[in-house]
């Protein structure tokens, strides 16, 4: 089974920084695309990032491009996402998604979509004042 675990989320002052990661295990062989989102309370899902498993396919949101990045270790079976210089409308509960990739479409849409993602985690929380 495909299981994700988050972990590395807090509270943070207003310009700090925060790094996420995310265990991913269950993915037996070829391709797999993974991706961080957030939800904000009474928001919809958000899309903030995404990367295949081979460390291409890189999708930052716009709205956090310039600050948060995201990669991959295979060694380590961990996707984390590197934020800095956070701002109070970062607060959310942050998830890690991932879904078999094949073909790559999923990975080479031109958007971050949770329908594109089989498989969550359970969360962790961000909060920025």
């Known amino acids: 089974d495909v299981q994700l675990v988050e972990s590395g989320g807090g509270s943070v002052q207003a310009g700090g920084s925060l790094r996420l990661s995310c265990a991913v295990s269950?993915?037996?062989?070829?391709?797999?695309?993974m991706g961080w989102f957030r939800q904000a309370p009474g928001d919809e899902v958000e899309g903030v990032a995404r990367i295949d498993s081979r460390g291409g396919s890189i999708l930052v949101a716009d709205v956090v491009k310039d600050r948060f990045n995201i990669s991959q270790d295979n060694a380590k079976n961990t996707v984390d996402l590197q934020m800095s210089s956070l701002k109070p409308e970062d607060t959310a509960m942050y998830f890690c998604?991932?879904?078999?990739?094949?073909?790559?479409?999923?990975?080479?849409?031109?958007?971050?979509?949770?329908?594109?993602?089989?498989?969550w985690g359970q969360g962790t929380q961000v909060t920025v004042s």
């Open positions: 998604a991932a879904d078999a990739d094949e073909t790559g479409s999923k990975c080479l849409a031109p958007h971050l979509s949770p329908t594109d993602f089989a498989f």
């Open positions: 269950g993915f037996t062989d070829g391709m797999h695309c």
